[in-house]
């Protein structure tokens, strides 16, 4: 999906061409994230599965600025980010079910991705272990001289870990060409933001190490859009990192395809205030209502992408496992590679 | 002895029949309780970590106790493992006796200096006059895709840390005990916890009751083999001396249940009735628990065994994610059953 070269970050305006990719990559992990929920009761797919439902517009608004060459570095919640980097969602659903044709061969699962020709250089699910990564990739673009930057996803709850600060303050130091993107949900696991940290602007540690912040409502698309593209336009330019707040929610439990409210993880008017602001409704309606599509054509793009998913689906559980033997194999990187 | 039975099924508990007293508890419910009663009777108690306070409760190990002792008794943490781990001994110094619960040992990692550099070194390191009386739970995780991350046996790393103490329980009955008695130690004190465990029954007693460290039982005696068994390892050594039973091969099946200190003593007699040696443990095999047993056994008289000594560990690979891999990646009953009848020159068909 996404990262088309004609999303130059100067551009106030976004043209229409590049709305419908906003809708469509939206929709697109809305729909893939959809047919995750689907088809886990089967029990096919034995991993857990964390899943952005509600933040679809952090990615799609961000990554609509990357290109081919730049880096992205993901949590726990990766699918919406792997999608709209440009994975392909078959390559990502046969990981999910441990098939032999998935992204890391079955080793990783939902939580472990990775895509070098995406600039996806793995995924790590230890909280705030991925931000230091992202920054060591953007390190080897500065270092060789690249113009690629690095774009750096982490929830709000990875903000309270050192290695968090440890990397923002280094990104500093060295003028790295950073995107740091926090989607603030307003939750790590059922612990809310209030019961973790004394200030919830996020954003204000990075100004603390002089980093440019901005807070953003990351429910809409436009403004993330926006934001992103001065951001990543500060990091190409060699003017050092640029850090993202985007206020967000998930709509699912942590972890799984079920809601959680009932469990007494959160309340429940809570949730459903944050579903009346749907990222994807909401931004359907506005370019329907613009007239840059009709609701026919919005009907029919989610028809092309839910026959797209599921195709990727029919055709990753059709996939082989691997080989028993590869559990062991692969634990060392051979002197050729 | 019903305390120190292992049982293998939830309906096994009628063994004792009723109307002895006896209570039968799950290991989740016997870590609640002993957490319970920590709070209960030593003021300086307190419980940390992520999630303790949620409607989970860290599988259900610290279900209730917010509601029960309070905020400032059961404390939700930032994700900050390292320095919380340094804060929470900072208290410890300081004469409180923090239980910090880590859902996942793949955690640890994260609390390393705090753990090793810090913690485990200060009483030393104050010529004796400071202590650091600081419980760590950490849950091994397994199965569904946990994949890497999130299901590793990290124990070994800590042995080799002096002035840590480690401890592995493997029934409700040595999960309230041991955990009672790490809470009264002076010292920083690592509780291994497999998940696989928290379902697992057996008799607990009500009232607060302490385990002693360093004191190895024997689960099931035996005459042909001893099989040393780590935390969930213990149930699958059980599973596999029965089947061996059934072929004429006598298994004893020791637990060690503290790993530092270890009783050398009782794994060592085990071993001079029966003359060979299985270990099983929840960890890759390098530099682990089991090759400290064996070598403990080396350094008192190779001579003990008439047969070479067999690990059955991970193997030397980080856990994968798809089902195939991870059930070829697991040792279980059938793999010690396997090692035992090597140590015996059996053939392991049938
Ligand atoms: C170091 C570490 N500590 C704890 C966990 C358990 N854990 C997994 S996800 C998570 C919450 C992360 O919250 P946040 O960073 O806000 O991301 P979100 O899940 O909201 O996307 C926690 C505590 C972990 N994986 N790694
Ligand atoms: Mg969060």
Redesign the interface.
């Known amino acids: 999906m996404s990262t088309s070269s004609d999303c130059a970050p100067a551009s106030p305006a976004p043209s229409r061409d590049v709305l419908r990719g906003l809708l469509e990559t939206m929709l697109f992990i809305r729909l893939f994230e959809e047919k995750i929920v689907a088809v886990y009761p089967d029990q096919d797919m034995?991993?857990?599965v964390h899943l952005c439902i509600g933040q679809e517009a952090v990615a799609a608004g961000v990554i609509a600025h990357l290109r081919p060459g730049d880096y992205l570095t993901s949590t726990h919640r990766n699918h919406g980010h792997c999608l709209a980097k440009g994975v392909d969602p078959g390559i990502l659903l046969a990981?999910f079910f441990?098939?032999a044709s998935?992204c890391?061969r079955?080793?990783?699962?939902?939580?472990?991705p990775m895509s070098p020709e995406h600039g996806i250089l793995g995924t790590?699910?230890?909280?705030?272990?991925g931000i230091p990564h992202g920054v060591g990739h953007a390190l080897a673009a500065f270092l060789r001289g690249q113009d690629a930057i690095s774009a750096v996803f982490f929830g709000d709850?990875?903000s309270?870990?050192?290695s968090f600060h440890e990397s923002l303050n280094f990104a500093a130091l060295k003028g790295l060409p950073v995107v740091f993107v926090c989607e603030n949900n307003h939750y790590?696991?059922?612990?809310p933001l209030g019961?973790?940290?004394p200030n919830p602007d996020v954003h204000r540690r990075a100004q603390g190490y002089g980093i440019p912040a901005e807070r953003l409502d990351g429910n809409d698309v436009e403004a993330v859009y926006a934001a992103a593209g001065r951001a990543a336009a500060h990091a190409r330019a060699g003017l050092g990192p640029y850090f993202l707040e985007c206020v967000t929610y998930r709509w699912k439990g942590h972890v799984g395809p079920d809601c959680d409210y009932e469990?007494?993880?959160r309340p429940k008017d809570e949730l459903f205030d944050w579903m009346e602001r749907c990222p994807v409704k909401r931004f359907q309606s506005r370019i329907e209502d613009a007239g840059i599509m009709d609701a026919a054509g919005t009907q029919a793009m989610i028809a092309a992408i839910s026959a797209r998913l599921d195709a990727a689906v029919a055709w990753a559980r059709g996939e082989k496992?691997?080989d028993?033997?590869?559990?062991?194999?692969g634990?060392y990187a051979p002197a050729e590679v | 002895m019903p305390w120190t039975k292992v049982f293998l099924a939830k309906e096994d508990l009628a063994c004792f029949g009723p109307g002895e007293g006896l209570r039968g508890l799950t290991f989740v419910q016997a870590l609640l309780e002993a957490q319970t009663q920590i709070l209960e009777n030593d003021p300086s108690a307190f419980v940390i970590g992520?999630?303790v306070n949620?409607?989970?409760g860290v599988f259900g190990s610290t279900l209730g106790l917010a509601d029960r002792f309070g905020p400032k008794r059961v404390m939700?943490?930032?994700?900050?493992?390292?320095?919380l781990t340094g804060i929470a001994a900072g208290a410890a110094a300081a004469g409180m006796r923090p239980i910090f619960v880590h859902m996942r040992m793949?955690?640890l990692p994260?609390c390393m200096d705090q753990i090793v550099n810090h913690a485990a070194k200060w009483h030393y390191m104050s010529g004796g006059a400071l202590t650091v009386p600081l419980v760590i739970r950490s849950i091994i995780g397994r199965g569904?895709?946990?994949?890497?991350?999130?299901s590793q046996g990290l124990h070994s790393l800590f042995l080799s840390v002096p002035g840590l103490k480690i401890i592995a329980p493997s029934t409700p009955y040595d999960a309230k005990g041991l955990l009672m008695e790490a809470a009264a130690d002076n010292n920083p004190v690592l509780v291994v916890e497999h998940r696989w465990l928290y379902g697992s029954v057996g008799y607990v007693p009500e009232a607060p009751y302490r385990e002693p460290f360093g004191k190895a039982l024997v689960r099931r005696p035996g005459r042909d083999c001893t099989v040393v068994a780590i935390s969930q390892m213990v149930y699958e050594a059980m599973r596999a001396a029965a089947d061996l039973e059934a072929q004429g091969v006598s298994v004893e099946v020791v637990d060690p249940r503290s790993l530092k200190p270890l009783d050398t003593e009782t794994i060592l007699a085990s071993v001079r009735r029966t003359g060979r040696l299985v270990v099983a443990d929840v960890a890759c095999p390098m530099g682990g628990a089991a090759s400290e047993i064996m070598a403990a056994v080396l350094e008192t008289d190779p001579g003990l065994l008439a047969a070479p000594a067999v690990r059955v560990s991970f193997?030397?690979?980080?856990t994968?994610?798809?089902?195939?891999?991870?059930?070829?990646?697991y040792p279980g009953a059938r793999h010690i059953a396997g090692a035992v009848k090597k140590t015996l020159g059996l053939s392991d068909h049938g």
């Open positions: 034995k991993c857990p990981e441990g098939r998935g890391c079955g080793k990783g699962g939902s939580m472990h790590s699910a230890i909280v705030g272990g709850g990875a309270e870990e050192g790590a696991t059922n612990s019961a973790r940290q469990k007494g993880c496992y691997p028993a033997a590869e559990a062991v194999l634990v | 992520e999630g949620d409607s989970g939700d943490m930032p994700i900050a493992e390292n320095g793949d955690f994260m569904w895709g946990s994949a890497a991350q999130h193997p030397e690979a980080p994968p994610c798809s089902p195939v891999l991870e059930e070829a990646y």
